[in-house]
């Protein structure tokens, strides 16, 4: 189980979200309504938890009644869980009376449900299990083919190419849905700059960080090379065969059976930075809050 999110109710959106962007340093990452919630909702990330501004959607909101007896403020803390329908059983047993009879779809790709504040030391609590929404693809024509590009986050996030060399679903699926909050993440199966560059093109997108998977991470450092102008940061899960770009700020996360002298060697190069994992170099705890720490510069 872990906190996934807290609600705050705000009067005023917009406000809310420039407060937040001046303490956080990112404002919401995406906007939601739901309407049998009677609420539109802005999610903002936090660390491993996310703040959801919450709006009244009309007079009959819960969200207005709670603004009109007591103002903007703390709304609910939500709680992930693995298994909705079992937690609401045994917290029906142990007495509780959950506010639905069965989980209901919420914001954000979940099933929620929610205990009264009365029962819980007056916070509303939430507790809710993500039904994950499928990922829509687009195809590009490439060459023979065509490239597959999974799109994920606002557009208005900076923008990360995400280059893997095998597809890029099902094994970066959690990766993306980590990445999506605070990135507008273009991910593709491509090795060659030229694909990459294809990609830009498709979703006008000038400049991006980039972020290289296993044998992507020379795709990554090729597309750096030769069209530096389109690169921000880069970060290479994996260690790459070819020379770093000495232009961009790198990250290469390695893990510790890498080869020692070719972690010296990339140790020694400008503008580039070595993290060491033992074991999985894509362990998500660890990997994400690296990336987002170096792409934040
Ligand atoms: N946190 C703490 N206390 C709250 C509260 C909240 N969010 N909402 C109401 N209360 C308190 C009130 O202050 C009041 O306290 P007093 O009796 O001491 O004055 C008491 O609870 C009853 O208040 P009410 O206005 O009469 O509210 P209701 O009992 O009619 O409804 C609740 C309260 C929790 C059942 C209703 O707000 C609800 O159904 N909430 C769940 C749905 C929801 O909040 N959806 C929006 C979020 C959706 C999302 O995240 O996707």
Same mark, same amino acid.
């Given at each position: 189980m872990k906190l996934e999110h807290i609600g705050i109710a705000v009067d005023d959106a917009g406000n809310a979200a420039r407060l937040f962007e001046t303490l956080l340093g990112a404002g919401p990452y995406k906007a939601e309504t739901v309407a049998r919630e009677g609420v539109r909702t802005h999610f903002i990330a936090a660390g491993t938890a996310k703040l959801e501004l919450l709006e009244a959607l009309g007079p009959e909101s819960p969200v207005a009644h709670y603004l009109e007896k007591r103002g903007p403020g703390l709304h609910h803390l939500a709680f992930e869980v693995a298994d909705i329908e079992a937690q609401l059983r045994r917290l029906r047993d142990a007495g509780f009376t959950p506010l639905y009879d069965e989980p209901r779809p919420g914001a954000d790709g979940k099933r929620i449900f929610f205990l009264h504040p009365k029962e819980t030391q007056g916070i509303l609590v939430e507790?809710?299990?993500?039904?994950?929404?499928?990922?829509?693809?687009?195809?590009?024509?490439?060459? =023979?083919?065509?490239?597959?590009?999974?799109?994920?986050? #606002?557009?208005?996030?900076? &923008?990360? %190419?995400?280059?893997?060399?095998?597809?890029?679903?099902?094994?970066?699926?959690?990766?993306?849905?980590?990445? =999506?909050?605070?990135?507008?993440?273009?991910?593709?199966? #491509?090795?060659?700059?030229? &694909?990459? %560059?294809a990609v830009l093109d498709a979703f006008a997108v000038g400049q991006v960080h980039l972020l290289g998977l296993g044998a992507g991470v020379d795709a990554a450092l090729d597309l750096a090379r030769t069209h530096p102008e389109h690169a921000g940061r880069l970060v290479l899960a994996g260690l790459p065969e070819g020379a770093p770009s000495t232009e961009h700020a790198t990250l290469v996360v390695a893990d510790d059976q890498n080869d020692a002298a070719a972690l010296a060697r990339l140790r020694a190069a400008p503008e580039v930075a070595v993290a060491v994992l033992p074991g999985d170099v894509l362990d998500l705890d660890v990997f994400v809050p690296l990336l987002r720490r170096h792409l934040a510069g």
């Open positions: 507790f809710c299990q993500s039904v994950p929404t499928p990922f829509d693809a687009t195809e590009i024509p490439w060459a =023979e083919g065509h490239l597959v590009i999974y799109e994920r986050g #606002a557009p208005t996030n900076p &923008a990360l %190419l995400v280059l893997t060399a095998e597809p890029v679903l099902p094994a970066h699926e959690a990766l993306l849905r980590r990445l =999506e909050m605070q990135f507008h993440v273009l991910a593709v199966a #491509a090795m060659e700059a030229d &694909a990459a %560059l």
